[in-house]
């Protein structure tokens, strides 16, 4: 199981870096995605990246704004969140992916899920 840390509550145009890391296995080994859910919303793909960091994705609701990177001495994956918006207030999880049946931004392909971290933004 995988342990998101970071979350935090901010002004609209603030910045937060949301990590993940994982007591047990090697994340380096695997692509970790990030996603979020709001309340009474789905949860939704934000950002992945590979096992090596050189593959990235991002949600078009928020790229230019959050980019996701690995830390390869603290052996975390980490996601920093700029330029936040009220919208961006939710839930945000890490987990692995663990099947290639389908795309890298489908919730299905990811197991191990973190607890989750929450991100608020607000005034």
């Known amino acids: 199981r995988l342990v998101e840390s970071g979350g935090g509550s901010v002004l609209p145009g603030g910045s937060l870096r949301l990590s993940c890391a994982a007591p047990?296995?090697?994340?380096?080994?695997?692509?970790v995605g990030w996603f979020r859910q709001a309340p009474g919303q789905q949860r939704e793909f934000v950002a992945s990246?590979?096992?090596?960091?050189?593959?990235?994705e991002y949600a078009d609701s928020v790229k230019g704004r959050f980019n996701v990177y690995r830390d390869n001495v603290e052996k975390t994956v980490l996601l920093q969140m700029d330029n936040l918006k009220p919208e961006d207030t939710a839930t945000y999880y890490c987990?692995?992916?663990?099947?290639?049946?389908?795309?890298?931004?489908?919730?299905?392909?990811?197991?191990?899920w973190g607890q989750g971290t929450q991100v608020t933004v607000a005034t």
């Open positions: 987990a692995i992916r663990r099947t290639y049946r389908s795309s890298v931004v489908e919730e299905s392909e990811y197991g191990d």
């Open positions: 990246i590979n096992w090596s960091g050189s593959s990235t």
């Open positions: 047990v296995l090697r994340l380096d080994s695997y692509t």
